[in-house]
Every structure is written in structure tokens, then in C-alpha cells.
């Protein structure tokens, strides 16, 4: 049972506009997610990550929403740059357990096109 | 960059035979991690590691073995390669209290 998912596995966006990458959780108990970003034939990076005690976060063109009622978070990536192409994947964790564990949605192809 | 390396970077074995895929951090963290990432499943964990000799399951552990003998070494094991077991490999460790984990670069295995 997948318990974090990511329903579109591509996005296509013209430079300059906004992206919205969406992402839906199904355990009550995340408390703590995370945006990475993957290049190809690289690692994950850490992009942005937020408490579940907060709704907004913000870190420069990166912008992550949490909307804990309806299990959904958002990553905005504004203006969108041809270098922000990659796969993105939110992560979810329980701040309860002790060996921070990750769980991972499915990732969104991101296309930001010149 | 974290001072995580993987090695080897790509492997192309045949089933049955044992393979052995290293992570080594130069930062003495304590929580190490294996995932495999696979088309349609994202990362999935297989198993971590909290300290030395002290190691668990993740989600994906069936096949897999772990040890971890010293600080900066986490191995991770398939004792007898399936073809099921093709994928990519990424180490990660977490820093401190932090919940971000960074990632190594990646082992590319393929079993034929």
C-alpha cells in the first residue's frame, strides 16, 4: 500500500511560469515531509522541507504548502528555469520514530521547456 | 556534498552469483541507509543501519543483507543475484538530529 503518492508522473512547463508538483499522504502519523530532486545517473538532493506543525514554507523560488486536513502537500517552483528539469520526489516521515525513516512517493518527471 | 561514495558505480553479474555494493562517508554519521529505486515504485528502503553492528530492515529486505563493522563502511549484500534485484542503489546517511538525508552518487547493478 503505497502510503505517500505522487499521481502525475510527468509535468511540462514553459520557463518562466509556475510549476506545481502535488503530492497525497495516506498515514495520519507523517509529521515531517521533504521535496528531493533527482538528475539523472546522480543522487537525490534535499530541496525543501517542512513540519507538519506549519502550513508554508519558503526558500527562495521553492515554495512547499501542507494542507494536513486533506493529507496534501505542494511544492511551487517559481519562475521555473530549463535547469529545474528532474525527477521530484516527496518524502514523508514520523518524527516519533527514531531512526528517521523515509518513505518515498512514486517521483514527477519535471520538463521546464526554454 | 556529504562525503558519500559508492562503489562500483555500475555491475553487470549474472543470477546466482553473490554481489557486494559499498558505501563509505567520511563524517562519521551515525544512520546509514540502502534504497533501490525502481521505475514506478520511487525509493524504497531496504535496510539502515544506527550504528555499528546495528543494522534493521527496511521495506524491501527480502535478499538483501547488510553489515556495517565500522563507522564509515555500510555494505550491502545479495547473497545469490535475481534478476528481480536489477535496479539502482543509493546510500544515504543522515546528519545528526537533522531529518534531510543526503545521498551518494548510485550503483548501477544489472542481473542477467
Known amino acids: 500500500d503505497q502510503q505517500v503518492k505522487q499521481n502525475s508522473p510527468s509535468l511540462s512547463v514553459q520557463e518562466g511560469r509556475i510549476s506545481i508538483l502535488n503530492c497525497d499522504y495516506t498515514?495520519?502519523?507523517?509529521?515531517?515531509f521533504l521535496w528531493y530532486k533527482k538528475y539523472p545517473a546522480e543522487g537525490p538532493t534535499f530541496l525543501i522541507s517542512?513540519?507538519?506543525?506549519?502550513d508554508k514554507n519558503e526558500d527562495g523560488r521553492f515554495t512547499v504548502f501542507l494542507n494536513k486536513s486533506a493529507k496534501h502537500l505542494s511544492l511551487h517552483i517559481v519562475p521555473s528555469q530549463p535547469g529545474d528539469s528532474a525527477v521530484y520526489f516527496c518524502a514523508a516521515l514520523n518524527y516519533g520514530g527514531a531512526t528517521n525513516k523515509l518513505i518515498f512517493g512514486t517521483g514527477t518527471l519535471l520538463a521546464v521547456q526554454p | 556534498d556529504a562525503g558519500i561514495t559508492q562503489s562500483p558505480r555500475h555491475k553487470v553479474t549474472e543470477t546466482g552469483t553473490p554481489v557486494t555494493l559499498r558505501c563509505h562517508q567520511t563524517e562519521n554519521h551515525r544512520y546509514m541507509y540502502w534504497y533501490r529505486q525502481d521505475p514506478g515504485h520511487g525509493l524504497r528502503l531496504i535496510h539502515y543501519?544506527?550504528?555499528?553492528?546495528?543494522?534493521d530492515k527496511g521495506e524491501v529486505s527480502d535478499g538483501y543483507s547488510v553489515s556495517r563493522s565500522k563507522t564509515e563502511d555500510f555494505l550491502l549484500t545479495l547473497e545469490s543475484a535475481t534478476s528481480s534485484q536489477t535496479s539502482v542503489y543509493f546510500c544515504a546517511i543522515s546528519v545528526g538530529g537533522n531529518f534531510e538525508q543526503f545521498f551518494g552518487p548510485g550503483t548501477r547493478l544489472t542481473v542477467l
Open positions: 543501519s544506527y550504528g555499528v553492528k546495528d543494522t
Open positions: 498515514n495520519s502519523m507523517f509529521d515531517y
Open positions: 517542512i513540519s507538519s506543525i506549519k
